[in-house]
């Protein structure tokens, strides 16, 4: 029972971050129908700027966030103006090869930099420290407090989106370009706006996980998976459906304790001998082609 | 318009004939020896390592160095080639198998190396060894000990570590001797106590081998493996790993891991609060100096079986005063990895003075006849010497291990012999305290 | 007959073209006796791996226009296929290849029936999903070595052994491969004309309207995987024999997936030389940045980054790749 409680516990925790992850993606993709193939790639920018910020000022990590939040804008709007301008102008091969010529690139420049090691964060107030709930269940601090700041950020975004006269020339351009030029609102710049949004939101995820995630060069593809999943789950284009389709994602990712929970109960031999935990990415992957085929639109989906 | 096409075109294979590979010079003194190690990556920490200890024997082959008690320290260079110095060439596998094998045909053909050593990943060993193979060149193998690589029948690969099999051996007897009371400084532990074990291995050529070394030696031993998996080193996180681990409610936690990872691990497991009694490690992550650097105290009580521990200096005259210039020359006490790959160029030297040549066929015959006294070596061995036939081609059967405990003394972080009993340094700390 | 005769009649090129392609060629014949480095003839091997892969690639992808990103699970499943048969049963790999080839076929028809519903990204994203996949089953999968891989044993075979295709000197490997070579251009000059070639052209320039022609849109497509497959896992079966030692992480890995679409993309997908054009660019390239730069002055991934940027400058300026140009500068001469 305890390992039930306590996976699902971690899962939701841990999917409320990568429901960050997953918030840039889908609103580049609501504005201005891009996948954006590198976005993972700006989530270990992320993580590079905040552990590098919180070792070299000795600063609290946690507190990193608005700086790598600055550099992900940054690098959304650059990305934007010097690269994907002229990409989208291009047929769809050239949009979806260009991304992927950009997660090259950016990989391998912190490769360069950077070198192939695992790094992470050892110092901070948080770092090592839990709570034990009860039921099984402990809970580091990092990762209640990334998962409490996604929320948070999260919410943020929405009300930006939702609440304010930009987010509405946003909602606009990403439902109707043509109508919202006439209506006198710059595409181009909202289009920069999404991209500088997109790598701003993500890069904070990207500083919230490095306090409990190691980084090195290559992280970027697997959470450009998730990120994947996510969106499809949530529906392209649907902020608060990434938000729930988050969730869900983490919760898959939870698996292998799921899997351990029903080996003690049902007790069978041969399913002790899964190797469940290797697998725990797959499912994910799994996830998104399964989305894909049944429910193209996802399941908060409003947008095709 | 047309140039620019048949520019394109031509450029690109034109560029393929250009014939690059270090340019070879005839030096009639010295032996190359070729050394792939990863001195990038994950595992970029233990590359280092290797790298300093390899170059370290290379000086001491090479010059003349009074002070020391070694054989190879009183000549300068190879005595029977005429005082022809060892150059070793060292290249970086990444930890990639296919790129070490494209090295070391790089190696052998471009540069025509004599020799090979390396490569610590037992999973990059066993493809450059089959390219060794292929070709003819003679390799020693340092480092690596997935029990398959000797098991192979090949004709031009030595290994002078001793192997997993061992190695896992050695940890069972220590389980045993708990709980018949032969431990220093521990009373006999009741057998249930300690019965339940749970191991998680990386996944690749030597940590599987690890996994199912430790299954069949768990059942003969008598203890119950509760739990067995195997996770990828690379994974950034390993928490659902450790939940997992945790949920089987093991009184030993076994692993087989790389350096960042067993740092994760040990973090992660200490964030979850498990409570295991003892945590074996084997070898590789969990002795190299980030290892001790990043987690420091916490680690204290992990145990971990090497080869080379800074107490064997004390032990052996030797050995610590190859430790002392490998000390002033990198900062680190020799460790494992360091220990062995200047085992490993220490024992090319040795093979070389007895072929007087580098023919291979010449260094073949010296490797499968050499016997290394043991009080020539930093390892605490009782010498090195290869079995020529049998299941194990190329074994060095006089190879022995160590168990260490992390303990603090004085305020500082030292590695205690704790297993063979007869040579322990200290008491063991058990159970194992975390919270 | 006339399927043979098409496919050796390339008139439709301009003359130049093909005395250049017959001078290339002949030169490709006679490298080996060239003097030559260990380095330089694993890059041409190399070259010649991608230049099929990149053709089988520019089926689907060039002609049909779908671009899939999941090549690699066919390498895969071509090499474990080879290397399975070899180290159990002691296959020849002229037996196990055709049987790889049918593994890769079947395959792609079970994940290409769904995958094919999907369009544009969605389609490219799913293609990476399938791979990755696929390759977290052969890391736990114990039968074929789970994530240990393979070894095909050089002790075992007697080289040069022509039945296994194994061999010690790499003048050997070098032919067989640009044996293939030559077969697959024959092969996809013939498809190009073909009458799949053509529904194919008509589905990437517009699917309704194929559709209205009767064209079955999706059975279309599904056979032209198929046919990229065998190719794909054709070489992967060549690459277990060449290499001798495969597992799921290096043969089936994404960068894999990546490097065989870019290659084809970069060279001019739908052209029958882009993809030759785009491997005789990017492998010497990148093999030679990685020596030079990487290996010698220690900056490591800096050919991915020079050829990160190629790829970007490409697919802003001229997505239609090198041979793009070409056809530019011919038309504006032209007019």
Known sequence: MDILVSSLFAGLLIGMVLAMVALGLTIIFGVMEIVNFAHGEFLMVGMYTGLLTAQATGMEPLLTLPVAAAAGFLLGIICYFGFVKFVIRGPMVAQLLGTFGLMIFLRNLALLFFGAEDRAIHQG???????NIGMGVIAPATKLAAAALSVIAFWAVWLVINRTKIGKALTAT?????GARYMGISTERMNALAWGIGGGTVTIAGALLVNFWSVNPFIGLLFTMIAFAIVALGGFGSVSGAFFAGLAVGVITEIPGIWDFLTYIFNFGWMADVPMTSLKYMWVYLAYFVIMIVRPRGLFGWKR | MKKLFL??????????????????????????????YPLTGGAAAAGRELKAGAELSAKIANNMMPGLDMDMAKNAGIKSLGGAKIKLIFKDHQANPTLGADLAKKLILDDKVDGMLGCYHSSVTKTVSAVCEQYGVPMINGTSTSPALTTRGFKWFWRTTPHDKWFTKDLFELLKGLTQGKVKGVKAVPEKEISNLASACEKTEWGSHVSSIIKSLAKEYGFNLRKSLLYTAKAPDLSSEVRSLKAARP???????????????????????????????????????????????????????????????????????????????????????????????????????????????????????????????????AGIQFTPSGDELGQNVLGSGLIGQYQ???????????????????????????? | MEALSSALDFSDFPRLDMIIAGVLGGLLVIFPATPHSAFAMAT????????????????????????????????????????????????????????????????????????????????????????????????????????????????????????????????????????????????????????????????????????SLGINVHWAKIKTYAIATSFVSVVGSFHACYIKNIEPEDTMSLDISILIALMAMLGGAGSLWGPIIGAGVLIPLKSYLKEWLGARAGLIGIDLIVYGAIIMLVSAVEPRGIWGIVEKVRRRKRN
């Open chain 1, 125 to 131: 107030i948080l770092v090592g420290k839990s709570f």
């Open chain 1, 174 to 178: 990403s439902l109707n370009p043509q």
């Open chain 2, 7 to 36: 520019l394109t075109l031509a450029v690109c294979l034109v560029a393929c004939w250009w014939i690059t590979g270090s340019p070879v010079i005839a030096q009639a003194k010295t032996v190359k020896i070729g050394a792939i």
């Open chain 2, 251 to 381: 009184d030993v936690m076994l692993f087989a891991s790389y350096t960042s990872d067993a740092i994760l691990l040990v973090k992660t497991l200490k964030a979850q609060k498990a409570k295991p009694k003892i945590i074996w490690g084997q070898d590789a992550g969990f002795e190299k100096p980030e290892f001790r650097s990043t987690l420091r105290d916490s680690i204290v009580g992990i145990l971990t079986r090497t080869v080379f521990l800074p107490k064997v200096a004390q032990i052996k005259k030797v050995a610590g005063q190859v430790n002392a210039l490998y000390k002033g020359k990198t900062g680190n006490d020799l460790g494992g990895a360091s220990a062995r790959a200047f085992t490993g160029v220490q024992t090319w030297v040795h093979i070389l003075e007895k072929a007087g040549s580098t023919k291979p066929a010449d260094i073949q015959r010296a490797a499968n006849a050499i016997r290394i006294p043991g009080d020539q070596l930093v390892v605490p061995w």
């Open chain 2, 408 to 435: 603090m003394v004085d305020g500082k972080l030292v590695l205690e012999i704790i297993y063979p009993f007869d040579v322990a340094t200290a008491d063991m700390i058990f159970p194992f305290k975390w919270f």
């Open chain 3, 44 to 211: 041409m091997i190399q070259f010649l791996m991608f230049s099929l892969y990149g053709m089988g690639w520019n089926t689907i992808g060039g002609y049909g226009g779908q671009v899939d990103l999941g090549k690699a699970q066919y390498v895969g499943i071509g090499a474990f296929t080879t290397a399975v048969l070899m180290v159990r049963w002691d296959v020849p790999f002229w037996v196990s290849m055709p049987i790889g080839v049918c593994f890769a076929v079947i395959w792609s028809f079970i994940i290409g029936y769904p995958l094919f519903r999907l369009k544009g990204h969605y389609f490219a994203i799913a293609t990476i999903a399938t791979s990755l996949v696929l390759k977290d089953i052969f890391e736990v999968w114990d039968f074929v070595g789970a994530a240990c891989g393979i070894e095909i044993s050089p002790i075992k075979y007697n080289p040069p052994d022509f039945l296994h295709l194994i061999f010690k000197e790499d003048i050997y490997y070098y032919y067989v491969i640009l044996g293939f070579f030559f077969l697959g251009i024959l092969y996809v000059n013939w498809f190009r004309k073909s009458r799949l070639g053509f529904q194919l052209r008509s589905i990437k320039d517009n699917e309704e309207v194929a559709k």
